[in-house]
């Protein structure tokens, strides 16, 4: 088969040096094949290259923005935090619609494809900070590294996975008085150890989920977690307190990005390659 | 239909050139054709005609064709461009090139817009946004008083209403989005980046190969 022999041709328009780096990248023999380390020193690679930052603790939301291309303003989350005491900040109506999973058209390529989520969501009753208490307390003895800064959290895992460490982003909105949004989203790492991980912290955090009974268990729909919250009593507001007077604040827990240097600079190269290899 | 001639070449009906669809989009011409297997898979699900039907798109998105969803019906509704009432090819290819990661946000703030927008009035008003919330509090079976839901939209409109007459136009719209890009993360699909891999088998199927002969290309996926 033309694979192992490395029988492919470049478009004419590659320059000699792409063609050059392209047939080391391509070398069926890994013995002879060049190394990423080396693939970042080759001449034609570097030109234009901006070498990634990666950031391990006191990650700003910024770089986070930057490198999962996430539409989220980080700016604007820090200086609500930053606004005397931080609380949850209200979801207005069209954050709340943007949860639908009708509007997920991430479902098209997981389905497909038989993966799961990267990222999920319940509801709470409880108050903010009991329910960041409460996340941390059993995040902590999972192996969660867990940092926290004015309602800001990072979940870190401290074993290294199938793709690094996992980690994990959370963000609790408020949509009602007394009744706040969780969410969390894999930033980084094998996302079915996101999934596992996932289903270890929802038992744990079963007393703050939102649920029909009372008791508060998590119900998983066909064995899927990732199932968006399914509470069904109705919800009555304890207080007369409309939204107009709850003060608003932003809980926002910040992803931890640790590299994965070698996977997403091999994507790199290779996203520059338009042959075929048959 | 001509569907049995189709089957064999793929080209089923009236397929843009990848290269013409790569040309217009933010993708390349891989993955264009990798974005054709997907396509296949969902196009055929219930029908097998080449084309995207409003109950082939639900059963992607939920596994379940029966399953009503305004957003998903609406979204349908802007992919089906030319309003035939089933989604082709290039109409698919073009809906997602805005969903890229490296698409303007004007494109993708335009396209909820109009996403949002479910009359096709030019405004979003207050009353759709409350349907809409009461779609979504359905969906995820949350019951909030009508005095909550009121709020949460006083509260919306207060922010994004700036004229203040009960609708929102695409110049607030404009303006509200960047007070808040969270709102746009809908309209961005980081798998878009990596379609390539997802779906490899378009390698076998590649129609563009400068040098094997276009006999030699057909086989069949």
Redesign the interface.
């Known amino acids: 088969m033309k694979i192992f022999k490395a029988d492919f ?1 470049c ?1 004419p328009w590659f320059s000699s040096s792409a063609k050059k780096l392209i047939k080391r990248i391509l070398d069926p023999n890994p013995l002879t094949r060049i190394t990423v380390a080396e693939i970042i020193e080759n001449e034609w690679f570097k030109k234009g290259y901006i070498p990634p930052r990666f950031e391990r603790a006191d990650v700003s939301l910024d770089d986070v923005d930057a490198i ?6 980080s700016r ?1 989350l820090v200086e609500q935090c930053e606004e005397g005491s931080a609380v949850p900040a ?24 038989g993966l799961v989520k990267r990222e999920t969501r319940f ?1 709470s009753k409880c108050p903010a900070n009991e329910i960041i208490s409460k996340i941390e307390k059993t995040a902590m003895p999972m192996g969660f590294g867990v940092k926290k800064n004015n309602y800001k959290m990072k979940l870190l895992g401290e074993k290294t996975g199938r793709k690094g460490h996992l980690a994990v982003t959370t963000e609790i909105f408020q ?2 008085p007394s ?1 706040f949004m969780v969410e969390l989203r894999k930033s980084e790492g094998d996302t079915l150890e996101f999934h596992k991980f996932y289903n270890n912290l929802s038992t744990g955090l079963k007393d703050i989920v939102w649920t029909t009974t009372d008791r508060g268990k998590v119900e998983e729909k066909d064995g899927d977690p990732f199932v ?10 304890k207080s007369e307190n ?3 007077n709850s003060s608003k604040a932003l809980i926002c827990i910040t992803e931890a990005i640790v590299p994965k240097e070698a996977t997403s600079e091999q ?1 790199k190269a290779k996203g520059r390659m ?1 042959t ?3 | 239909m001509g569907c049995l001639q189709c089957k064999a070449k793929r080209l089923c009906p009236k397929r843009e050139n990848p290269v013409k669809l790569a040309s217009q989009t933010a993708f390349s011409v891989s993955e264009v054709e990798a974005l054709f297997e997907l396509f296949k898979i969902i196009s055929s699900s219930l029908i097998d005609d080449g084309l995207i039907s409003k109950e082939e798109f639900r059963l992607a998105l939920f596994h379940n064709n029966k399953k009503k969803n305004i957003f998903t019906d609406r979204i349908f509704d802007l992919f089906d461009a030319n309003k035939k009432g089933v989604i082709d090819f290039a109409d698919f290819v073009r809906a997602l090139n805005v969903f890229h990661p490296n698409t303007s946000q004007e494109d993708k703030i335009n396209f909820s817009f109009r996403l949002y927008d479910m009359d096709g009035t030019g405004f979003i008003e207050r009353q759709e946004v409350k349907e809409m919330l009461i779609a979504l509090l359905s969906e995820c079976e949350m019951k909030l008083s009508e005095e909550i839901i009121e709020a949460i939209l006083d509260k919306t409109f207060m922010d994004a209403d700036t004229n203040q007459d009960g609708k929102i136009d695409m110049h607030e719209w404009k303006s509200f989005v960047s007070r808040n890009p969270s709102l746009l993360r809908v309209m961005t699909l980081p798998y878009l980046r990596d379609i390539t891999t997802t779906f490899p088998s378009f390698v076998f199927n590649t129609e563009v190969d400068e040098v094997a002969t276009l006999s030699e290309n057909t086989r069949s996926g």
């Open positions: 041709d478009p999962f291309n996430e539409s989220r303003d604007n209200t979801m207005n109506a069209f954050e709340l619609i943007s949860t639908s999973q009708g509007l997920n058209l991430s479902s098209l390529f997981e389905k497909q494809m509801t949509v009602a009744l968006p919250n399914s509470p069904k009593s109705a919800f009555t507001p409309s939204l107009k994507q338009h075929k290899c048959l």
